[in-house]
């Protein structure tokens, strides 16, 4: 076991997560928690948006999908589903360091950490490959939007913090592959990724960071159909411990008004439906653009409000003099 | 704008607040708490008065995979802070100790509690680096701030025993041989508490906000019931709500942290230096002030109930806190304790 000297490090012979008796002892126990869709297939969960969640930042956000209330929540200690949690901090744009070779436009960094307790495993503090690749992810499909040239010079961070992420897949299945729905493909991922392009663009967008357009971010994947077996349907915004068996999946970072795709990211197998899928996924995009507009809209009201009210209140206030 | 106005008919020079506060920091926040028409309602540049606390808000409970959790805001400062336990198994200990000082009876309720210290379990940190504050960006290893800051939150919940090792030791109880035999105790298990601290966003006073979310995420946290389980010979949890326990806290110490804000001598020899004990500094205050002061104070849990004790002090870089003044500064700190205690009272008692 790696000690980190920098960090309290955990006992040396290892710890492990607890294991519930009732999953190993009743075969049914997990599968009759199992939450369901109620939504349609096309019907997205809400989502919440606020900005200027980080004062001392140019420009920050935290987006949250709320759970949806379970009832078999209260019954188990076995949680029903997560809820995605972001936050995001952007830092700059400033000159880059003397040192820098020279850059005609603004250099762009992204970084996505997940909390430790993000996910059903503990996650260590340092960066896993995982959250490299989701944010090179997020830089693609942020660096399509940002208009650089109007920034020489100059570097900007976008720091993105996943306090919550959504599942891979139901509890357990990881580990059994049963029906191939835990096989490894970290669906999850994809809602995360969706919810950091839009919290990040609405972060961007609180900065004052020019933009060519508002870049969100939305998911869709073809899953088996519950009703009728083998029968494949698309659904927008999966949540994957809802769904027993995911085929394939696509997340997109969107630009509703030039209808420019930034980003595409496609898992499974996907069959003919490619084209399906990635239009389910703009779908999805379009959804969570008209929560982010209001949301900026409103914010950009607040703070011509403020800037009015802090007109008023500097004539009242007095001027500090500058004394020695 | 009447500014304008006074600036030519006075040769005072006159700035904006932003531009005073960046180019000369330290003057700023004298000119601020130097009111010579009111010396009374002098205030601080983030409009407080130099005692005056931030009204801290904290939401529990809110984060799914956590036994408990906590999302605390003081002013513009939010921390999130996540308690997680796991398990760490007996055998896997490579130096176990050497009693079972378990005997379920409350004669060793308060003793007890070296394991939580040698076989490590309690494992807290702390993450600054999400982009809380400008100068911290990701991709860095902790700052040596990040590391004081964690291990003196460890340290302090080493010395105040706020844990019981009790709650957290997993014991078996074999079904006895024959009838007469006593049984015999085991520590099969032991729950480890990984404690992880997040800054969202960082104004000043890490350590008071990072304290007081560990303290509400302790005061939240739900072990489920663990069992040895001789079947499977492992150790298994039971996912029923109603049996699972909270910890039972000893106490609720609560930090508060001042800043000294040295006033420069202004030559002449009538007014000499004034200094000012900020309570709770903002990021800007801290970035002036020298010398700070962290009081920990607990009403309850000692002795007689609202019998205040001071469970820690911490001083550092000057010399103008004396005796007098560190007696004034357990009195806020007391004041203080009320309102967090009150804001923590909801916390834990569902």
Known sequence: ?324 | MASANTATSTPALSFPRPIFAAISPHSFLQAHLSNPTAPNKAFRANGRSAHEFRTPGIKTGALTHCHGSAVVRVGNTSVVCGVRGEILRAEDIADPPSSTPDTGNEVHEDGGDDELDSLRLLVPNLELNTGSTPSNIPGSAPSSTAQTLITRIRSLLLSTRILRARDLRIVYTPPPATPDEVPDRQVKAYWTLYVDIMFISLDGNAFDSAWLAVLAALRDTRLPKAFFDQEMETILCSDIPSEAAPLKLRGCPVASTFAVFDGWKDGDATEGTEDWVLSDPDAFEEGVCQESVCVVVDCVGGRGSGQEQIRRIEKSGGGVVGREEMRGLVKRSVDRWTICEGVLKGVGSA
């Open chain 1, 1 to 324: 076991m790696n000690s980190d000297r920098r960090r309290i490090n955990a006992p040396a012979g290892g710890t492990s997560a607890p294991v519930f008796a009732r999953t190993l002892k009743e075969p049914g126990h997990l599968q009759s928690l199992r939450p369901l869709r109620a939504r349609a297939p096309d019907e997205l969960r809400n989502i919440f948006v606020q900005t200027g969640v980080v004062p001392s930042a140019s420009g920050s956000a935290y987006l949250e999908v709320p759970s949806a209330p379970s009832s078999v929540a209260a019954s188990s200690l076995i949680p029903p589903s997560s809820s995605l949690k972001i936050s995001c901090s952007v830092q700059g744009p400033k000159p880059l360091p003397r040192s820098a070779p020279f850059s005609p436009s603004l250099l762009l960094t992204t970084t996505i950490k997940f909390a430790p307790f993000a996910s059903r495993t503990r996650r260590g503090y340092i960066r896993d490959s995982v959250e490299r690749d989701l944010g090179v992810h997020l830089e693609t499909a942020l660096r399509g939007v940002i208009i650089g040239e109007r920034w020489p010079k100059s570097g900007v961070e976008v720091i993105v913090t996943v306090i919550e992420g959504d599942e891979d897949a139901w509890w357990g299945e990881g580990i059994t592959g049963a029906n191939g729905a835990g096989n490894g493909s970290r669906w999850g991922l994809l809602n995360v990724l969706a919810g950091c392009i839009t919290v990040s663009s609405a972060a961007i967008a609180d900065a004052g960071i020019d933009c060519v357009d508002l870049v969100s971010g939305g998911v869709a994947a073809m899953v088996r159909n519950p009703r009728d077996k083998g029968g494949v349907i698309r659904v927008l915004d999966p949540c994957p411990s809802e769904h027993e068996e995911i085929l394939a999946g696509c997340v997109v970072g969107y630009l509703a008004a030039r209808d420019e795709v930034t980003e595409v990211w496609m898992k499974g197998d996907l069959g003919s439906s490619l084209e399906e899928l990635v239009e389910g996924a703009t779908h999805a995009a379009v959804g969570s653009l008209s929560v982010l507009k209001e949301v900026l809209l409103e914010s950009v009201e607040g703070k011509l409000k403020g800037q009015a009210g802090g007109l008023q209140r500097r004539t009242t206030q007095q001027d500090v003099e500058m004394v020695g």
